[in-house]
Each structure stands twice: as structure tokens, then as C-alpha cells.
């Protein structure tokens, strides 16, 4: 397939390592940016409420997993298996799968593995297990289990493509010690390098100082794909900048989206490249100082980026989006309250949604603690210029779904639409110990 990519134009997967947390865990951490009457009791810490209707939105909450320490995936990384029926998530054990009209789950692999994410051709859950080295696949109606390829010397992988013959990743050109930033940036265990956080889930405190430091390191290193046939590595992409947040298209097997990481006012970040190491094309020239773009992810097209976009920096906030078809740009408006850590979007249902943010956020919104389903209305006028290479309008009409105050924003909810469309899934730590979480869509009757 042949993109047409508008004329002005010149790691995307996060990964998720299986944390260990427990219920008797001390929850009141340095990072906890909440008032004292927001954190969780004894009583919600060890006997967390399974389903509840929120008072403030009249939308059902229920709490999906059992583990404490369990959890969602990043908002970008699939974890629907391609019948639509079932989600995997991540425990302190290792890897389980919810049937998501049974609400039942089981246990899927066993051990300290690293998720990748769950195929979009076969019923696989995709994981490395850092002490072989290697690539796994696991079929989570089977159990069937297989390993797939190992990985290249100081090399990391982090996304599958969408008939799962390949995977991308990065490694170092130099084998040189790199204590303070980790390889790639990261430590051992897949987290940001050189920063203090009391959770393999949560965010450093500290994190903008490594990203400075990551950036200004220019450390030499490959974009790469490795066989998962036969092993076989082939670079795509030579680098001293920080390459980052890999995300294969859903659709289009031959289509890879990654970043420039770094602070996002000092990169321009999100990027496409094709599987042959040809079209490596920016996805958003920015235009104004202190213009920012990022946390982009892939439409369920397969063909259609969307990104936050702030213009600058904190002030005014748009979900943006770039047909890589038809150069098609749409940007959708929101007020600062609205602004979320991440959107997802359900394409088919012309829906959207956000897991907002508290004050502490680059947003610094006074009320942004909220699940949020966004509506978008088009914005024109009878007589209004118009043409292809202007960019389309949008505002978001937002609906609040879950009162997320007593949530710690040091963890991310990171949302998604199940495929059905019938609840949106969250990670949440309100009670403590992290779970995963399901509002439904429809208010309760």
C-alpha cells in the first residue's frame, strides 16, 4: 500500500513488565499526590468494592481483576484477541486473560516475563522473558507455547506487526557501560533509568531530569526488525537521538510508527517508517515555539495517527489526527479540564476517550481527575474557506464517566474501548493496590 502524505511534511508501544505488588503493601508513598482524605482506608485497601455506580457520573464501575498488582495495558498496545471476545492483563504471576462477557479470567503464563501484546491475527499473547533473551508466543485459548526468536546483543523489542511475522525494537551500537540512563534509556527491567519510583507501573519522580539527560547522551542506535520466523535482524534506521514508543499498524504489516523521545518542546517526535528502511516521514511539523505533539497512537484503520497537540505547551489542547491515505488532518478542541494523559478512540462508533489528569499535569487542569467519553462536533459555517490542505475543525462534548479523585496520577489509567464498545477499561490504584477496571458506556438504569 502506497501512502500520500500531505506536501508541507519533511519508544510508540510501552511495555509492560508483570509487576510485584502486594495487598500489604504501604500505599501511602512519597508520590502520592493525593489529599490525605482521597487515599484509600484499611477497609478499601483490603476489601476493594466490586462494582458500584459512580454518584457523580450515574455510570457502573466494576472492578475486573482479583490481583492486587494486576493491570491493564498502555493505551497504545492491543490487548483484545482478534475474536473480540477477551482481554489479557498483567499480574504479579505472570500473564492472565479475561473473557469479557463472563467477566472469568485464568492464568495464561507463569513468570516474570515482559509483554509485548496480543496478536491481531492469532489468539497470542507476545512476551520476552528477559532471562533467555528471547521472544515468546503463547495462544491463550490453547496454551500452546512457543519460542520465537532471540534478541539481538544490548537489543530490546516492543512491538509485533499486524500478520506477526516481525518485531521492532532498538539496540545500541556500542557496548559501552551506560549506567545512568539504562539501554535505550531504560534499566533491565524495561523502566526509565536513573529515577526514583516505588512501582514498576508508576511514574518516576524525577522522570524529566533523565529525559533531559537521555537526550543530551546521543547514544548510537539502531531501529530494527527481527524475524519472528527466523531471527533474522535487519536495520532500518541509524540514530544518535533517542528512539522510542514502536508501534506496528494494526492493518498494514509493512507500516511502523515510532518517536524522537525527549522532552516533547525539544524533538520532533512522531514519525512513520516502512518495513524496508524507505519512508521515513515526520507525521506533524510544528509550526509555533513550545508547540508539543505526542503520545500518538494508531486509529483501528490502521492507517490514521492520533496524537495530543498543544499550541503552546499548557495552553490550548487538541486530540489530533492525519489520514495517512488521503493527508487528511482533523483536530478536535477541549478545554483544559477536558485534557487527558491518553485518548483512544473507537473509529467505527465515532467515539472517544480520555483518562484526564490532576493539577500536577502539564495541563494543570483545577478539575481534570475524570474518565472521560468525548462526542465531536465538526465546526463550520455557510461560506467558509475550505480545502484540502486546511486542517479540520473539531470540538470535543465531553461526558464525565468515572470520579477518578481518589486515584493516584503517579500511575496512569491508560484507556481503551473494548471491542464491543459496551465499557471502557482502566488501571486504576483508588483502592490501593493497582487493578483493572471497566465503566460501561451506557448510564445505569
Not at 489479557?88 to 467477566?103: K, R
Not at 522473558?129 to 521472544?135: F, G, L, P, T
Not at 493527508?327 to 477541549?334: E, P
Not at 486542517?391 to 493516584?408: A, C, T
Request: charged fraction near 25%.
Amino acid at each position: 500500500m502506497r501512502f500520500k502524505v500531505a506536501a508541507f511534511f519533511p519508544l510508540a508501544a510501552g511495555v509492560l513488565l508483570c509487576p510485584a505488588l502486594s495487598a500489604a503493601q504501604d500505599f501511602n508513598v512519597p508520590n502520592d499526590r493525593r489529599p490525605a482524605d482521597k487515599r484509600p482506608t484499611p477497609e478499601e485497601v483490603a476489601h476493594p468494592p466490586k462494582s458500584w455506580i459512580d454518584k457523580d457520573t450515574g455510570h457502573r464501575v466494576i472492578r475486573l481483576t482479583d490481583e492486587p498488582g494486576s493491570a491493564s495495558f498502555y493505551f497504545n498496545v492491543n490487548a483484545y484477541t482478534p475474536d473480540g471476545k477477551e482481554m489479557v492483563y498483567t499480574t504479579p504471576e505472570g500473564i492472565s486473560v479475561l473473557d469479557l462477557h463472563t467477566l472469568k479470567s485464568r492464568s495464561v503464563v507463569k513468570g516474570k516475563v515482559r509483554t509485548l501484546e496480543v496478536g491481531h491475527k492469532t489468539q497470542s499473547i507476545f512476551y520476552v522473558k528477559n532471562d533467555e533473551r528471547a521472544v515468546y508466543k503463547t495462544n491463550v485459548d490453547t496454551g500452546e507455547t512457543t519460542m520465537l526468536a532471540k534478541l539481538p546483543p544490548r537489543g530490546n523489542i516492543v512491538s509485533v506487526n499486524a500478520d506477526e511475522t516481525l518485531a521492532a525494537g532498538t539496540y545500541d551500537e556500542e557496548d559501552r557501560p551506560n549506567e545512568q540512563y539504562g539501554r535505550n534509556g531504560r534499566t533491565s527491567t524495561g523502566q526509565p533509568a536513573g529515577v526514583s519510583q516505588t512501582s514498576p507501573l508508576d511514574q518516576p519522580v524525577n522522570k524529566g531530569e533523565m529525559m533531559e539527560r537521555r537526550l543530551a547522551a546521543k547514544i548510537p542506535l539502531v531501529l530494527y526488525t527481527l524475524d519472528l520466523r527466523n531471527g533474522k535482524v535487519t536495520p532500518l534506521l541509524h540514530s544518535t537521538d533517542w528512539v522510542n514508543h514502536l508501534l506496528f499498524s494494526p492493518s498494514d504489516p509493512k507500516l511502523l510508527m515510532y518517536c524522537h523521545e525527549g522532552p516533547w518542546q525539544k524533538v520532533d517526535r512522531i514519525w512513520t517508517i516502512w518495513t524496508d528502511g524507505t519512508h521515513n516521514q515526520l507525521m506533524h511539523k510544528r509550526t509555533m515555539a513550545m508547540e508539543i505533539a505526542g503520545h500518538e497512537f494508531w486509529g483501528q484503520d490502521g492507517k490514521t495517527v492520533y496524537y495530543d497537540l498543544q499550541t503552546p505547551k499548557g495552553e490550548d489542547f487538541w486530540l489530533a489526527s492525519l489520514n495517512l491515505e488521503t493527508g487528511k488532518r482533523n483536530w478536535y478542541h477541549m478545554d483544559r479540564n477536558e485534557w487527558s494523559i491518553h485518548f483512544n478512540v473507537n473509529e467505527k462508533a465515532g467515539l472517544f476517550t480520555g483518562d484526564g489528569g490532576d493539577p500536577h499535569q502539564v495541563a494543570r487542569a483545577p478539575d481534570g481527575e475524570w474518565i472521560y467519553l468525548f462526542h465531536a462536533k465538526k465546526i463550520q459555517s455557510e461560506g467558509m474557506m475550505d480545502g484540502p490542505e486546511f486542517v479540520q475543525p473539531w470540538v470535543f462534548q465531553s461526558e464525565k464517566l468515572v470520579n477518578m479523585s481518589k486515584h493516584n496520577y503517579t500511575l496512569e489509567p491508560n484507556v481503551s474501548f473494548t471491542p464491543d464498545m459496551k465499557m471502557v477499561i482502566f488501571r486504576s490504584n483508588m483502592f490501593g493496590p493497582t487493578y483493572v477496571f471497566g465503566v460501561e458506556i451506557e448510564k445505569a438504569k
